[in-house]
């Protein structure tokens, strides 16, 4: 659904950052939004062309998310972030992200992003959404923008990857 998430591409990198992310030392790893985060240097970023082109746009930072089995991430909007570019890194089928387009009630419509293997995603950040894991880490490579892009929207963030 083009409101909450849009596929941008296949990658190239998924192997490289999930091999980084699972022989990582514990101490590599950094809190991140009630998260373990472990930070991806650009020399990674620019072996994939769509990350390489963005990062000659705009100025982010990249890291591999890990979120706990059997843990839910409950229902938000991102209060730092407009967009993201995600990618799920490892799933072994048993997680969801799933998105709440309108509010929430006891009764809710959802859209499910149901990630491809090797695909980045432009992510509306804004919308209410939420992860569940059930069984083994989850790995999801995750951006955020910086400095003066830091407030780019997920419209923005289409435009610049030509997808509007």
Not at 84 to 109: E, H, I, R, W
Not at 112 to 118: G, T
Not at 139 to 156: C, H
Request: hydrophobic share 45%.
């Amino acid at each position: 659904m083009d409101a909450c998430f849009t596929a941008i591409g296949k990658s190239p990198i998924v192997k490289l950052l999930l091999a980084l992310a699972e022989n990582a030392v514990p101490e590599a790893w950094v809190p991140y939004y009630n998260f373990k985060a472990l930070p991806i240097d650009d020399e990674f970023v620019v072996y994939d062309p769509t990350l390489a082109r963005l990062r000659s746009k705009r100025e982010f930072m990249a890291g591999v998310l890990e979120v706990s089995p059997n843990t839910c991430y409950m229902w938000h909007a991102d209060t730092d972030r407009n967009a993201s570019v995600n990618m799920l890194l490892k799933d072994d089928g048993q997680s969801k992200c799933v998105f709440a387009p309108s509010y929430l009630d006891v009764v809710t419509p959802i859209v499910e992003l149901k990630y491809e293997p090797d695909t980045l995603y432009a992510f509306n950040t804004k919308v209410l959404h939420t992860v569940l894991n059930f069984s083994e880490p989850r790995y999801l490579l995750s951006i955020e923008f910086l400095g003066a892009d830091k407030g780019l929207t997920y419209d923005e963030l289409r435009r610049d990857l030509e997808l509007i």
